[in-house]
């Protein structure tokens, strides 16, 4: 399964983080997106652009989070999460400081518990490091303890992108997710349905 730049605008939608109209053409329309992912989109304003408001330090911290959290058949995680959260900081300047502030204290924890940057670690030592921290069994909380902010800012952030995407969304099995149009035939079908699957 791979993870696309409109998964994340998917998700994004269910935020109501992009343009209502904009994100309809984008997530609607028929076949591929227009522009390419590294690209400029008129319709969403310019990723580059997005993504310039979050340093490339701390966009690898939560693509290597992503990594970690979502299932281990999921790819393109780089695309999905630098769309995701572009959108998501851009415009909610206090969600920034607070995400910068979390992810800037996960990867001073990985420096000094095991000596190098956290995208640099294994998978299973970042996926033991957030446990060690506690993070799995905190409350989500943007002004509590570490592991409190990095359940808030990183986790639950990134696990909601997830599964409100079309493609994190069919994996678990939820055929229409928040803020993906679905399509007819999901409300033609009754609930035998679900018995069939």
Request: hydrophobic share 40%; aromatic share 6%; charged share 25%.
């Amino acid at each position: 399964m791979r993870l696309s730049r409109r998964d994340a605008l998917a998700a994004l939608a269910g935020l109501g983080a992009v343009g209502g109209g904009a994100a309809l053409v984008e997530l609607g329309g028929r076949g591929p997106p227009v522009a390419d992912d590294a690209g400029s989109d008129a319709a969403t304003g310019d990723p580059e652009r997005r993504t310039a408001e979050v340093d490339d330090d701390a966009l690898a911290v939560l693509v290597a989070a992503a990594e970690t959290l979502y299932p281990s058949e999921v790819e393109g995680h780089a695309t999905f999460v630098e769309t995701y959260v572009g959108g998501r900081v851009e415009r909610d300047p206090d969600h920034r400081e607070g995400l910068l502030s979390a992810v800037a204290e996960l990867d001073a924890v990985a420096r000094d518990w095991y000596g190098d940057a956290f995208p640099t670690l294994a998978r299973e030592t970042r996926d033991r490091l957030l446990r060690d921290l506690g993070v799995d069994a905190a409350d989500p909380d943007p002004e509590g303890s570490i592991s409190e902010q990095l359940r808030f800012y990183v986790v639950n952030d990134l696990l909601y992108a997830f599964y409100t995407s079309p493609a994190g969304g069919r994996l678990a099995g939820i055929e229409n997710p928040t803020g993906y149009p679905g399509g007819i035939q999901s409300y033609q079908r009754g609930p035998e349905a679900l018995d069939d699957a």
